[in-house]
């Protein structure tokens, strides 16, 4: 059972300015939770509490004719980060959900028909009931430094349920509504202060460095009478139709009912135009309170936990013992290398020298560096300096002497355990004792790979995802005999490159690839025994993955999947399934999936690749392995099955502290869905983990609502 | 080939505006307290720059701004910190400047020089003190020698003893001469504000509080409307037992900032600037650090002898009243009354307070407006004493007079 924290109660400050232009007096209210400004104002209930409080006596005085106008704004680079979602994940009941609906509703009503116009000044970050807050005003003006706007509450499991569901497609259409309530909260992508601008989110964006003073100069203008904000007119009912209709085809489309949240704010949002205010807002009640008690928003909110924490990775050594990194060599310059060494110049801002046999691999390793940076600085994601920074600090070479002044060197060469020790051994005539070696490796054993060196400490694992840029992950390896100095100083360079750093145990696999594959073997197992590919790729599906099964493989790539499950089976024996129709596939070079019929759509399973696995059949008769031929539940019941073991298998032998980190690792190495918990609370509420490990996995209530 | 570089001629200096924020208490409960001292300047300076549009940006060539105390959120090059946080162009460069109280008159007399001699086009030249952030003399480190050289009395750099000591040498500068010179001063700042002669200057200025929340400073929050003789009359005299220099009769600690604009006289009027006073003369002088309130009389004397006036030919006066007896020191000298009418006619600095480095610029923000209210006046002064003593003088001409000698040509300075 998670612990009820004290509410760190965001204050409702108010305090009467003068509007200039003798526009009267503005109660200006601001949001402040006394903390700094690293800790975000929330919305608890007490909060909420003090909030309506004070806006019940503003709307008295409003009525007594002593203020002419209500202004909103936020303590120091925050307006509000939306409900206290800790808290919210520690209600017991479906009364106690409905009440925080209501209670926030209640508050943010009374910004509504206040007798005096009401002004959001947003002045910094403004997320889910803090964006609401500003929504439910009459007017909105934002700061340009503003770091974020957004409504993520279907991507946590919640629908924006204080008003932002019904006020969005109100104020933007509902097209653009349907972007800033599902897409965005999607993709994880809040709305810049121009964007939301642009929108119609807020009204004014004005500069930052005298933001309320021009906020407060606009309000006097909009009181006054001379600007006057034209609100756009409701969509007609059939656009919204259709556009809601569209919406709802999308969602069966990629998320397949995996999750409530997207479905019931679609809801919403449909309901939203015809509906009035009050008939909304108690529609949202409805929706928060169900989905407050549904284990998918639990689930989440843990899951957000889990991120937003890992920057502080479980088991890391002390920082102090890391060593200063000056200069930074990488063996081989094939596509990984050269990605890593990108990233390295990017972030640790250090020499890189990239090494590799003869100057046509190196110069390509070079060129690749080269041509991303251009790319960038094309799309103005980068300046013209930092590019030549970057460019100039990447050097690439043939003579491995290069590297004798590094004191990091990444081993990113062909996956070939003979090969890499063989690299290593090398290395270690040139550099120094001190000078840490890395490893890329994704399956190999780190141990093996250290075995035979003078110096075996100082080896260890840096595992990188594809494509490296773009992958929050990295998994740090702890082999055999991994110095805390070398471990240490992989957590600092992680770090500074910007990843989750997950400490893993050089087991096999690690964690991402080892379920990853396990996968994407049990769903080829059941094709191979006789369900057709189209049942079996779209098998899946209920849990929500980023893609379907061939998809995935045609992402990594079809022959490093068949390497890595090869690899797998060798090590962790055929629990890890043979497939002598994906060899085949490998082999023929077969593309395995179709084009996705829309942007923004799954590519299917191509029918075709049926023929490498023999035909298909019906479900329940036996097939080729004996066994009866499993239909999509079936498929999904094994792998289901097979993870739990697994992951009861990892946990044993200790490849990760506990089930977060595996939770961890699955959300951010493989997309794996925050509904899902990651998979170790998925695993837990469908009752896997009890029959099959006969336990939980994590106690009742850290990622589900408790019984 | 050689090309030869152009020789620029003198050029008029014309005050094109000037702002200021509301000045604050220099306390814990000031208006200010949380608030950083380089955005008070911000403000002034985004305002200014609001109220003329017609005025681009990159044409602004330096923005010189002053601060007594050059550390802290006054510190790292205020001029051209003030030019990046007031989102400026990259291509603006600038500087601070100290001279104590008269830093932000220097950073005008010293931008105006570069001004005339063709140097800059347009400048803004300001200055703030947080008196609260930055009490006076913090963390100072005067070098020995002043003391064991006897180079200036041991408590010289106290300024309420100075003042003290003007008392002393001019007797005839009582209290009770001190006490009416500062109540006529809140009285006539009362009226002013009443009459909105103050008050279109000031820029409106955000300020939170932790324990309040966000709130707008829009007025000074210093003076004591009503003040009479009798309320000041038995104050502590805090500088010596038995003294004769109160609370009410001096300038308060002051947290504020002031920015204006500058150009030159053509470039003005190319532009489209308005030109609120044309620069005349200036100048500084030194006098004993121990009555540096005397400083003002050297420097005005010096200044109307550059300028080929008199004392009789300036129609209006803003002396900084840092101490009553300092103002009437001046005025005794040149033979004017405690009350007379042409003397800081919307009050100083013991009504609305004394941000040192700010000041100079107040002083002309009000002869400017003062100036557009009485165009039968040709010349006015700017004058405040420096700590150390100094003391600095600017004589300025208004436009509005009937026989305004002009700014456009450069040869119009010849008539000055």
Redesign the interface.
């Known amino acids: 059972m998670s612990e009820t924290r004290a509410e760190r109660v965001t204050?409702s400050?108010?305090?009467?300015?003068?509007l200039?232009g003798g526009a009267g007096t503005l109660a200006?209210?601001?949001l402040?939770n006394?903390l700094d400004h690293t800790k975000p104002s929330t919305l608890g209930p007490l909060g909420i509490a003090e909030l309506t409080e004070r806006l019940a006596e503003l709307r008295a005085r409003a009525a007594r004719g002593e203020i002419a106008a209500i202004g909103i704004?936020g303590?120091?680079y925050f307006l509000a980060a939306g409900a206290d979602l800790t808290a919210v994940s520690t209600i017991t009941t479906h009364e106690a959900a409905l009440g925080l609906g209501r209670a926030g509703h209640a508050a943010y009503e009374l910004l509504h028909d206040a007798g005096v116009p009401t002004f959001a000044f947003v002045n910094g970050l403004a997320l889910g009931g803090g964006l609401e807050i500003a929504l439910n005003c009459d007017y909105r003006t934002v700061a340009s430094d503003a770091a974020a706007l957004g409504l993520p509450e279907t991507g946590l499991g919640l629908v924006p349920g204080w008003g932002g569901a019904y006020l969005v497609p109100r104020l933007v259409g509902i097209e653009k509504a349907v972007d800033v309530i599902l897409t965005r909260p999607a993709q994880n992508k809040p709305y810049k202060p121009a964007e939301a601008a642009t929108l119609g989110l807020v009204d004014v964006l004005l500069?930052s460095?005298?933001?309320?003073?021009q906020s407060?100069?606009w309000a006097a203008r909009v009181v006054r009478g001379e600007v006057v904000v034209e609100r756009r007119p409701l969509d007609p009912q059939p656009v919204w139709d259709a556009v809601v209709g569209a919406a709802r085809q999308r969602l069966d489309a990629v998320v397949h009912r995996s999750r409530p949240a997207p479905y019931r704010a679609l809801d919403l949002l449909a309901g939203a135009r015809t509906a009035t205010r009050a008939e909304a807002f108690a529609a949202e009640d409805a929706a928060l309170a169900d989905l407050i008690m549904s284990d998918e928003m639990r689930a989440s909110v843990y899951a957000f936990g889990l991120v937003s924490g890992g920057k502080r990775p479980v088991g890391a050594p002390a920082r102090e013992l890391a060593r200063p990194v000056t200069r930074v060599g990488i063996v081989g310059a094939g596509l990984m290398a050269a990605q890593i060494a990108l990233l390295v110049a990017q972030r640790l801002g250090v020499p890189v020298v990239m090494r590799d046999l003869d100057e046509e691999r190196v110069a390509k390793g070079v060129g690749y560096v080269r041509t991303s940076v251009e790319k960038l600085v094309g799309r103005g994601r980068m300046t013209a300096d930092a590019a030549a920074r970057i460019l100039a600090s990447v050097e690439g070479t043939t003579d491995i002497q290069a590297f004798a002044a590094c004191d990091v060197v990444v081993e990113a060469v062909t996956e070939v355990l003979s090969l890499k020790k063989r690299v290593f051994a090398e290395l270690e005539g040139i550099v120094s004792p001190e000078t840490i070696l890395a490893t890329n490796t994704s399956a190999l054993s780190v141990t093996e790979m250290a075995a035979d060196l003078q110096h075996p400490e100082r080896v260890v694992g840096i595992h990188f995802f594809n494509p490296v840029a773009q992958m929050p992950l990295v998994e740090v390896v702890q082999a055999e005999h991994t110095s805390q100095e070398a471990l240490a100083t992989a957590f600092a360079i992680t770090s500074k490159l910007r990843k989750t750093a997950v400490l893993v145990r050089d087991r096999p696999g690690f964690v991402v690839n080892r379920l990853l594959v396990l996968v994407m073997g049990k769903v080829v197992e059941a094709i191979e025994n006789g369900t057709a590919v189209q049942v079996a790729d779209q098998a899946l599906a209920p849990l929500g993955f980023p893609m379907p099964t061939f998809e995935l493989f045609d992402l990594v790539g079809p022959a490093v999947g068949l390497h890595v499950l090869t690899s797998l089976r060798a090590d962790l024996g055929d629990r890890f399934p043979a497939s002598p129709g994906l060899e085949k596939l490998v082999a023929d070079g077969t593309r395995v999936v179709l084009d996705a019929p829309a942007p923004g759509l799954h590519r299917p399973v191509d029918p075709a690749i049926q023929g490498v696995f023999g035909p298909a059949l019906e479900a329940g008769v036996t097939g080729q392995h004996g066994t009866p031929v499993l239909d999509g539940p079936g498929v999904l019941d094994s792998v289901l099955t097979a993870l739990t073991v697994e992951v009861g298998h990892m946990l044993e032998e200790g490849v990760v502290a506990g089930p977060p980190q595996i939770d961890l690792c699955m959300i951010l190495g493989a997309g794996w869905g925050f509904h899902t918990g990651g998979i170790t609370p998925y695993l837990d509420r469908t009752g896997c983990s009890e029959r099959v490990l006969g336990r939980r996995l994590l106690p009742d209530g850290v990622a589900n609502v408790p019984a | 080939m050689t090309t030869t570089a152009r020789r620029p001629q003198l050029r008029d200096v014309v005050f094109v505006e000037g702002v200021r924020t509301p000045f604050g208490k220099a306390r814990p409960d000031g208006l200010y307290a949380e608030t950083r001292a380089d955005d008070l300047v911000?403000?002034a300076v985004?305002?200014l720059l609001r109220r003329h549009p017609e005025l681009p940006a990159d044409r602004v060539d330096e923005v010189a701004i002053a601060a007594t105390t050059q550390s802290g959120d006054q510190g790292i090059t205020l001029g051209r910190t003030v030019a990046v946080?007031?989102?400026l162009p990259a291509s603006v460069p600038g500087y601070a400047i100290d001279r104590m109280c008269a830093g932000g008159m220097t950073a005008v007399t010293t931008t105006a020089a570069g001004i005339a001699s063709g140097q800059q086009d347009v400048v803004v030249a300001g200055g703030v003190e947080h008196m609260g952030h930055h009490p006076m003399g913090f963390d100072a480190d005067p070098n020995p020698r002043f003391v064991s050289e006897r180079l200036v009395a041991p408590d010289a750099l106290n300024m309420g003893v100075t003042a003290e000591n003007i008392h002393d040498r001019m007797p005839h500068l009582t209290k009770e001469r001190a006490d009416a010179y500062a109540v006529a001063s809140q009285a006539k700042y009362a009226k002013a504000v009443a009459n909105g002669d103050v008050g279109p200057e000031i820029?409106?200025?955000?300020v939170?509080s932790?324990?309040?929340?966000?709130?707008?400073a829009?007025a000074d929050e210093l003076p004591r409307p009503g003040t009479t003789i009798a309320g000041i009359r038995d104050l502590k005299t805090p500088f010596r037992p038995g003294g004769r220099v109160t609370a009410g009769n001096a300038s308060p600690l002051t947290d504020g900032a002031t920015a204006c604009l500058l150009a030159a006289g053509d470039i003005a009027d190319g532009l489209g600037l308005p030109v609120r006073m044309r620069l005349v003369a200036s100048a500084f002088a030194g006098v004993a650090p121990e009555v540096m309130g005397l400083g003002p009389i050297p420097s005005t004397e010096k200044a109307l002898a550059r300028a080929g006036l008199t004392i009789d030919d300036i129609g209006l006066f803003e002396v900084n009243e840092a101490f009553a007896v300092q103002v009437l020191a001046f005025l005794d000298h040149f033979g004017l009354a405690d009350d007379d009418a042409r003397v800081n006619p919307y009050g100083g600095a013991i009504a609305m307070g004394h941000p040192l480095a700010s000041s100079g610029v107040r002083l002309m923000t009000q002869l400017a407006h003062e100036f557009e209210r009485n165009p039968q006046v040709r010349y006015g002064i700017t004058t405040m004493c420096v700590g150390l003593g100094q003391g600095g003088t600017v004589i300025w001409e208004n436009p509005h007079h009937p026989d305004y000698s002009g700014h456009t040509t450069p040869s119009s300075t010849q008539e000055a």
Not at chain 1, 209 to 213: H, R, Y
């Open positions: 204050r400050l108010v305090r009467d300015v003068e200039p200006l209210l601001t402040d006394g704004t303590k120091p500069d460095a005298d933001f309320l003073e407060l100069a | 911000v403000k985004r305002e946080l007031a989102g820029v409106p200025v955000a939170r932790a324990e309040l929340g966000w709130g707008l829009t």
